[in-house]
């Protein structure tokens, strides 16, 4: 078989002009698919005979990009899961930005690894990493890592902490005993279960703590479970702070943790995923305070700062704790004093993967493009349009707001007479239903004491106050159908 | 600080047509970018001035898109890490494509999050993972992942494992007793070394098992070790087979691995981040027969399959226990039975990521572009290559071969008559690093047997075989030089 090969095939265009006006035909396509997202449907069900075009084989032989292309136009395009439009309040996202789109193009181009190595790339991410730390006020001997998410970057906190606490040498020894024990509230996100799963503790290692009314961890809870586990012979390490709980937005108390932690040596890592960026807006920043306090804080870029997906980031106070968590260097990947293998602290020796995408490049250009303070102004805007969301809900004697607002998050429900809770759980639902159905808007969901909320998760740079506006005539104009 | 919020602010271009006109602008260039890498320097070192650019503090004000791109080309295209070059062969990476470029592009732009959800982008990574394990010879009940690479491929693979061997309910109990035992050679790749630190398992839990003169595992010696760890009171879980080794591209016998596991009742996981994809090579696939018994296989596909990074897979043969280990469904994750958020197995529950970037898109778009018969071509070449390279060697008396070629990988060094294993040591490091800095080549290097190796890494798809012409060439004449 190998006789067949010509060593002169590549994988590069055979027709580099027919390439590139393809390219340049998607370029105007994508501009005009984001500009004009709000004239689409925010979602649509794919029919039948989309979903059959997805389960053909393997393709063998080749085909021409432009069929490619028709066949992404025709099957992929308009079925989107429509977190780039104005009114996608659902899950936590952010909406991308094109800075966002031309650093990931520019990263797909030039393809560095980012594990390490002498090049441009890496200084680039050197460079983010030191700005996201000027706006967490991190010191500049702190270190960090740019990751795929929150869920990475909560792990690799957490790592951090469990390597650094156990008081053995882990690494090399393994979980010697199963009594170490992290807290958070109950309302800590699931991505921290995962990872202390992951990490070999157990679920029953992650002690859930009461919250307040508010949904803020509950202190004297904290200190009192802190002092049981302790006298039970457990050996308290961590404790995650939440700076914007998923539910509600409610940012936990940071100081009074940040207190805690020193008081009983234990690590505290604060999961930011949701709020730790809203340190760049003016409003939210002070209800941030004592995040400078962590150990180790988890970001999530790809939400409040809008980067196209992947765009989480870890940053950890102590450098030398973070990089002997991670740092693993075998003889093919020994450094050198020159050339490209050469330099000191590859952002391999950070994290958990080897080969890295230059993901620090769209944050670069989009951080250089717009600055920071106009990404502070995003953010101060959704929080403000969560509170004139609120006023609209307490304006209208059949909705009720079900939560306090939380950074920018509002949970409501329609709320006729003389309803069961079971009743008004299924309405709502139902609600919600019709809203993403009708491709009116795309609120999220959760339950908050038995009862099903409406959950606006406001984390688009592209929404105005009129589409809340729409928002509530609809929901009462569903709701009055139903019943 | 809120009333100056305009809610008509975003992120979106102030003038669509002027950002357009620059992307078209960034089209053009980055195409020229890719097709003349060949006329660029392959390296080079940043200069002081340079590195300087990327100290500057936060920007908080706005700048220029275009003078954004200035800096950009000013400061970073021209310093890459040179991996898209043809004659890159250090380490194990793909050089890219125009149509895993397109498929960044439209990730970005379409930016849906593959966490879950009913959408285009979901159906898409499920075709794509059933065509891997039609590639891999997977059963179409087995389940996979998309992840960010080996490493992360490698890290659920291992989790699986250790879950579902460990004989109790190790997600909610943590690890109990500190004696599960992994087992693989000694050339077994640093990432599970990393993965198994990670699990809570420590190093000393990982067993490597002496290597043949091929670099392969010794079958013998591991069932030894197998034996005498359960007689001294160990459980032994799980078998990393390595189908590729850094080092030598060694691939272990596959077949006799899942004997031993089926017999000893332990999970066999595949390595497979080199040397799984070459299933696609006529050649090279009867070297990975049994690689369809594995339990678990991590593949990367921004390796041979030439994606631009990241794009890694993990493909496990039991979806349940896949399943099992990571799915973890809080209130606001709940499904619905209608709508966006309906639908069964979503991504999020079968690894760590809660949020994903639609990496399937471009995998997609490229194998339906290209064919997989391409593909396997791509990789056929590099391996007649890495032979042609082998006989550059033997024909002459002062470069000597120091492995046996495994797949694609070539280790020699420069060996004239007369000098000690140091001083050959020093004069091949400096040889390899004169490459580079006269960007002529850039070759990996290794240590086999306290023997420096210059060491290539044939994963180009764009090399031919006059450029190992030009690295023998030039190997001597730097050596002679330098002597």
């Known amino acids: 078989m190998s006789n067949s090969i010509n060593d002169n095939e590549s994988l590069d265009p055979e ?3 027919e390439s590139k006006a393809l390219m340049h035909k998607m370029v105007d396509d994508a501009f005009d698919y984001v500009k004009n997202v709000r004239d689409r449907k925010i979602w649509q ?24 292309y028709e066949d ?8 989107p899961m429509g977190n780039i ?18 650093g990931d193009f520019w990263a797909s181009i030039i393809n560095p690894n980012l594990g390490g190595g002498n090049h441009a790339g890496h200084q680039v991410e050197l460079q983010v990493i030191n700005w996201i730390k000027e706006i967490i006020e991190f010191p ?40 170490l024990v992290f807290y958070g509230s109950s309302e800590v996100h699931s991505c921290n279960t995962k990872a202390i799963e992951l990490l070999g503790l157990g ?39 939440t700076s914007g709980t998923v539910n509600t937005g409610a940012i936990d108390n940071l100081n009074a943790i940040a207190d805690i932690c020193k008081a009983e040596n234990l690590w505290f890592h604060v999961d930011g995923a949701i709020g730790a960026i809203a340190m760049l807006s003016d409003i939210v920043k002070p209800q941030l305070k004592g995040i400078e306090r962590a150990d180790s804080v988890a970001l999530d870029l790809h939400k409040w700062l809008h980067m196209p997906f992947e765009a989480g980031c870890v940053l950890v106070k102590d450098s030398k704790e973070h990089k002997d968590t991670f740092s693993l260097i075998p003889e093919y990947l020994a450094k050198n004093t020159r050339g490209l293998a050469s330099g000191e602290n590859w952002f391999s020796e950070y994290g958990l993967q080897l080969s890295r995408r230059f993901r620090a490049l769209k944050v670069w250009m989009s951080l250089k493009e717009h600055g920071s303070e106009k990404f502070g102004r995003m953010i101060t805007k959704n929080v ?9 809900i307490n304006k209208h004697q059949d909705l009720e707001l079900l939560a306090p607002i939380g950074l920018d998050i509002v949970c409501f429900r329609y709320k006729p007479k003389n309803l069961s809770l079971e009743d008004l759980n299924a309405l709502n639902k139902e609600i919600k239903l019709q809203l993403e159905e009708r491709a009116i808007a795309l609120p999220g969901y959760t339950t908050l004491k038995g009862m099903y909320c409406i959950r606006c998760a406001i984390s688009s740079h592209r929404v105005t106050n009129a589409d809340f506006d729409v928002l509530i005539t609809e929901v009462l104009n569903i709701g009055r159908e139903i019943i």
Chains 1, 2 share one sequence.
């Not at 009461?210 to 012979?233: F, P, S």
């Not at 403000?384 to 609209?392: E, P, R, S, V, W």
Request: net charge neutral.
């Open 15 to 17: 027709n580099w002009e």
């Open 45 to 68: 069900d794919m029919p039948e005979s989309v979903l059959e075009q997805f389960k053909t084989d393997l393709p063998k032989a080749p085909s021409k990009a432009e069929s490619v």
């Open 72 to 79: 992404l136009q025709e099957n992929v395009l308009p079925y």
């Open 85 to 102: 439009h104005p009114r996608f309040w659902a899950w936590y996202m952010g909406n991308g930005t094109i800075s966002g789109v031309m």
């Open 140 to 179: 500049k001997t702190a270190s960090g890592l740019l990751v795929s998410g929150g869920s990475m970057a909560n792990f690799a906190g957490l790592a951090v902490a469990r390597n650094v606490k156990a008081g053995y040498d882990i690494r090399k020894e393994g979980l010697k005993e199963n009594n």
């Open 203 to 241: 679920t029953k290692s992650l002690k859930k703590i009461e919250v307040n009314d508010d949904y803020t961890i509950n202190i004297d809870a904290l200190k009192e479970q802190i002092k049981t586990d302790k006298a039970n012979g457990l050996k308290p390490v961590c404790v995650i702070g």
């Open 384 to 392: 403000n349009q969560a509170f004139y969301l609120k006023d609209l």
